[in-house]
């Protein structure tokens, strides 16, 4: 996602713990502590995640889309637009006042 992309935006993308909490678990009609035992993680890992306190890490995401049975690059792909966002957020006026390289 290019940083023009992330400009433009006026909301923040969804963190995949929304997307946990609001869709996923109540259309798969299980808990946080039933993800939990199937992943093999602690309850309070998964309920950092719906909660939008922990990212998904590459870790998190391959064990997501076994039970779910997508594929981490699902789960990843919605945590990197989310930490861009953020980090662009947070350091925006410093980003703009790096002056580009100017290839001949």
Do not use: C
């Amino acid at each position: 996602m290019s940083a023009n992309l992330l400009n433009n935006r006026t909301r923040r993308p969804t963190h995949p713990g929304e997307l946990l909490r609001e869709e996923v678990l109540p259309s798969a009609g299980i808990s946080q502590l039933e993800l939990a035992r199937r992943m093999g993680v602690s309850r309070h890992t998964i309920n950092e995640i719906v909660n939008e306190r922990r990212p998904v890490t590459t870790d998190i995401a391959h064990r997501l889309a076994r039970v779910f049975n997508t594929t981490p690059d699902v789960w990843i792909t919605m945590q990197m637009a989310v930490d861009l966002w953020d980090t662009l957020k947070a350091n925006g006026k410093e980003y703009a006042r790096i002056k580009p390289l100017q290839v001949a």
